[in-house]
């Protein structure tokens, strides 16, 4: 396992740098590719939301919630699929 890594993001014309572990800077990424947004773009919404809450923080927040809705998801579907196969 790698250390943190440290990036630079451009939120509305200003430059910041955001610390992550790399496996949190895949999932963002993905996440951002998912939403069809650049990553610059998706780091921008995600500030404008975040409150007093430490950058990088809220962003490991944020991909956190998008892996476990799309856990649930697929979860359901699975479900579904499982429900459908049983009234066959």
């Known amino acids: ?3 943190p890594q440290k990036h630079s ?3 509305r014309g ?3 740098s955001v610390t992550l572990e790399p496996e949190f800077w ?3 990424r993905q996440m951002a590719a998912a939403r069809d947004v650049a990553l610059n773009e998706l780091a921008a919404s ?3 939301e975040r409150g ?3 950058l990088a923080s809220a962003i490991r927040v944020h991909v ?3 892996l476990r809705s799309a856990q649930t998801a697929e979860e359901r ?3 579904q699929e499982e429900e459908r196969k049983g009234r066959e």
């Open 1 to 3: 396992m790698k250390g």
């Open 77 to 79: 579907h699975m479900f």
């Open 9 to 11: 993001l451009t939120l």
């Open 46 to 48: 995600i500030d404008a």
């Open 52 to 54: 007093e809450v430490n």
């Open 64 to 66: 956190l919630r998008w």
């Open 14 to 16: 200003h430059r910041t």
């Open 26 to 28: 895949d999932a963002f």
